[in-house]
T-cell receptor, first 113, second 114 residues
Framework: DQQVKQNSPSLSVQEGRISILNCDYT??????FLWYKKYPAEGPTFLIS?????DKNEDGRFTVFLNKSAKHLSLHIVPSQPGDSAVYFC????????????FGTGTRLKVLA | EAQVTQNPRYLITVTGKKLTVTCSQN?????MSWYRQDPGLGLRQIYY???????DKGDVPEGYKVSRKEKRNFPLILESPSPNQTSLYFC?????????????FGQGTRLTVV
């Protein structure tokens, strides 16, 4: 039972355009969400996070939107750059202090120059 | 340089031969965790530790053991590896217990069990 789903295994976007990566979850107890980026042969690196008390969080070119009623979050990258080409994972956690995370299966983003 | 170091990076072993993958962090982080990454399944948490001598199961703990005798080290032990434990393993550490805190990942250990 996949509690966190990233239904698009891959996405291609032209350089300079917007990339939108989606993530859906089924567990209504999830309150904390994070996005990680992963390049080949490297460990994941943190991008951005959001808690359920907010519906939007921005950090430079990266914005995460959370729609709690729809159990959906999305990561927007504007403008997309070739260096953004990587696999993106969303992750969710239920409660503070447990440090237990459920990750999605990842979306491979390719930004075309 | 702040980092999480895993060893070895690559390992091929035979079924049933006990092995340990080491993980060390130099950031004085309290929280550490192990994940495995498999095609089509993403990252799945195996075990995590919130402090020295405090560990708990993640989503897929079967077949694995961990220990946290000192803050900087969090080894992953496979007592009797099986082919279904062939995977890419990542160790991670986090400074605080905030669920929004950034986790720092090691470079990964690719394990093949034949």
């Amino acid at each position: 039972d996949q509690q966190v789903k990233q239904n698009s295994p891959s996405l291609s976007v032209q350089e300079g355009r917007i990339s939108i990566l989606n993530c859906d979850y089924t567990n209504s107890m999830f309150d904390y969400f994070l996005w990680y980026k992963k390049y080949p042969a490297e460990g994941p690196t943190f991008l951005i996070s959001i808690s359920s008390i907010k519906d939007k969080n921005e950090d430079g070119r990266f914005t995460v939107f959370l729609n709690k009623s729809a159990k959906h979050l999305s990561l927007h990258i504007v403008p997309s750059q070739p260096g953004d080409s990587a696999v993106y994972f969303c992750a969710a956690s239920e409660a503070s202090g447990t440090y237990k995370y459920i990750f999605g299966t990842g979306t491979r983003l390719k930004v075309l120059a | 340089e702040a980092q999480v170091t895993q060893n070895p990076r690559y390992l091929i072993t035979v079924t049933g031969k006990k092995l340990t993958v080491t993980c060390s962090q130099n950031m004085n982080h309290e929280y550490m965790s192990w994940y495995r990454q498999d095609p089509g399944l993403g990252l799945r948490q195996i075990y995590y530790s919130m402090n020295v001598e405090v560990t708990d199961k993640g989503d897929v703990p079967e077949g694995y053991k961990v220990s946290r005798k000192e803050k900087r080290n969090f080894p992953l032990i496979l007592e009797s590896p099986s082919p279904n434990q062939t995977s890419l393993y990542f160790c991670a550490s986090t400074m605080t217990n905030s669920p929004l805190a950034e986790a720092f990942f090691g470079q990964g250990t690719r394990l093949t069990v034949v």
